[in-house]
């Protein structure tokens, strides 16, 4: 992208607009074959999978022969059949396999639908071979596909039992590791457990010394931008042994402790595994191809902050709406036309006996709730968590809540996907009434990007004083080295949660709880002079502090 300063064109990340076709293209030109998992399903620690949102609308099972969701997905690939169909290596591209499906047997047993998934493959001209990857286990060797599509095991390392079980069930197709895990993703709040590069190097060599191919996950790093980070059911790895499975987000950066980082710079690691592939060729590493140069990376300018809004001012409320509900309990996301963002619920409660203390319980939150009173935070629940009751009073009249929930990414992995609705899916209650609390104005807020320029375009209501922690939108400006990548540090500032737009592009969420400190920003998305936005959900309305 060439240097144009605030003209940097608007790319909506919230629609996970990609030209395939392109990085296809690119592939090909730099030499790199392709094994491509074109969906409906791919994991990849990305929202619900990669699916869409909107199948949650449609009353249908996912990933199984349900009508609705078959003829979705045929649709869809029949659309995407465009892309890839030229870039077949059977038509002089870089795509020489295509998986089916992905880790299904870690998910449902629905043979005919593999068998539905590969003959659309070939109904709609895929001719290159077909493949697939699960877990080593026998039962999702067995349920994850039928024995005559090359099956291919994910695991951290191969070992002899591996490979004779792997044997057991498929014979006649080499030993295929679709994903030798180098490194995890990061969890908020978790602990980012690295290998060394020892360790992975050891393991690479026995698994080529057993006769494996292998396809390491991650072998370079990424960044889930926007909103599409997705989650997992699991224990945290900063928990204690013993705790329960929960629901756990996946931070924005991608880089996985992988071989190569998602700056694109080769680490430890990846020298190691050089070694290892040379040792096991029986070459110098000198002879295997030569490593390019690092792309630079540079420190940018100091952010100038110029404009901040509230969220609550009801002019800029307003404006970031993009649906307003009135019903007589909650809505969820999906029934508001939403795929990611926030929901803010909206009610009032009358005032009954002035000494009663009133405490509030959410059913079905996901994911997280700030709860306010008459615009005054009173605190925050977190889906899964013995959390802290939140409590008020209401001395006269009748007092507005607020509540504002966030999507923090739909769990990408196993039966909890099925699950996954976003907002509040149940009902809200108090501790004073068996009842539900009820007449709620449900608005969906899914902070698109021109709804954050037209935010900052409004005037502030001058009679609006906003609470002492609130959401607010704040505007700056920085100055750069164009096309040179930079990491923007939240670590160490007093900016506490929220999301990050650069020049119009939705970056990602940044928490001081970590393990993530810093966002990566591509140099492609850079000029001389750049604009940065940030929702930071607790502020007093201050600039925020470097």
């Known amino acids: 992208m060439a240097e144009r300063g605030f003209e940097v064109e608007y790319i909506d990340m919230t629609e996970n607009t990609a030209n395939l076709r392109a990085f296809l293209q690119l592939c090909w030109e730099v030499g790199l074959y392709v094994m491509l998992r074109p969906a409906p399903y791919i994991c990849s620690e990305c929202d619900w999978g990669g699916m869409p949102y909107w199948l949650m609308r449609e009353d249908c099972c996912p990933r199984t022969m349900d009508a609705a969701f078959t003829e979705a997905y045929k649709t869809y690939f029949q659309r995407l059949m465009q892309e890839i169909e030229p870039m077949l290596s059977t038509r002089g591209g870089p795509i020489i396999a295509v998986s089916v499906e992905n880790e299904y047997g870690s998910f449902g047993m629905d043979r005919e639908y593999i068998r539905w998934n590969a003959d659309l493959y070939r109904t709609c001209g895929i001719d290159v071979p077909l493949y697939n990857t699960d877990g080593d286990n026998a039962f999702m060797l067995t349920h994850g596909g039928p024995e005559d599509i090359w099956l291919g095991i994910n695991l951290a390392a191969v070992t002899e039992q591996s490979v004779k079980s792997y044997h057991t069930y498929q014979r006649g197709y080499p030993i295929y590791v679709g994903e030798m895990w180098g490194g995890r993703a990061q969890q908020w709040g978790g602990r980012f457990a690295r290998q060394t590069a020892q360790t992975i190097a050891q393991r690479y060599q026995t698994a080529l010394s057993l006769g494996a191919h292998v396809n390491f996950y991650m072998f370079c790093g990424g960044t889930n931008f926007g909103f599409f980070g997705g989650a997992n059911f699991c224990t945290y790895r900063a928990d204690v042994p013993g705790a329960t499975e929960r629901y756990i987000p996946f931070c924005t950066s991608y880089d996985v402790d992988a071989p190569v980082t998602e700056d694109g710079r080769p680490t430890e690691k990846y020298f190691a595994l050089r070694q290892a592939l040379a040792g096991h060729r029986g070459m110098s590493v000198d002879d295997l191809p030569p490593v390019p140069e690092n792309r630079p990376v540079q420190t940018a300018g100091d952010i100038r902050w110029e404009s901040a809004r509230c969220v609550f001012d009801p002019s800029v409320l307003d404006l970031l709406t993009e649906t307003k509900v009135f019903s007589g ?3 969820t996301m999906e029934a508001l036309g939403q795929d990611y963002g926030f929901v ?3 009610t009032h409660i009358r005032a009954s006996d002035p000494d009663y203390t009133y405490s509030v319980s959410i059913e079905g939150l ?10 005054s935070y009173l605190g925050t629940y977190y889906r899964d968590r013995e959390n802290t009751p939140v409590s008020f009073r209401i001395p006269a009249g009748s007092v507005r809540l607020d509540l504002l929930v966030e999507n923090m990414g739909r769990i990408c992995y196993g039966h909890k996907i099925l699950d996954e609705h976003k907002g509040i899916t149940g009902y809200v209650r108090t501790n004073r009434c068996a009842g539900i609390v009820t007449n709620w104005e449900s608005r969906s807020l899914p902070f698109r990007y021109p709804q954050i320029t037209g935010a900052f375009d409004t005037e502030p209501s001058g009679s609006f004083i906003p609470d002492t922690t609130a959401p607010h939108l704040f505007r700056g ?3 750069a080295v164009p096309g040179v990548d930079t990491h923007l540090r939240f670590a160490n500032t007093n900016m506490t949660r929220g999301q990050v737009w ?3 592009f939705a970056i990602g969420r940044y928490w001081n709880i970590g393990p993530q400190e ?3 920003i591509p140099g492609d998305l850079l000029g001389s002079e750049n604009r940065i936005e940030i929702l930071e959900l607790y502020s007093d309305g ?3 502090a470097p």
């Open 329 to 331: 309990n909650v809505r």
């Open 344 to 346: 803010l619920y909206t």
């Open 366 to 375: 996901h994911d997280r709730a700030d709860i306010y009173a008459d615009g």
């Open 477 to 479: 400006t920085f100055s």
């Open 502 to 504: 650069i020049n119009g």
């Open 518 to 520: 810093t966002l990566y």
């Open 542 to 544: 201050s600039y925020p």
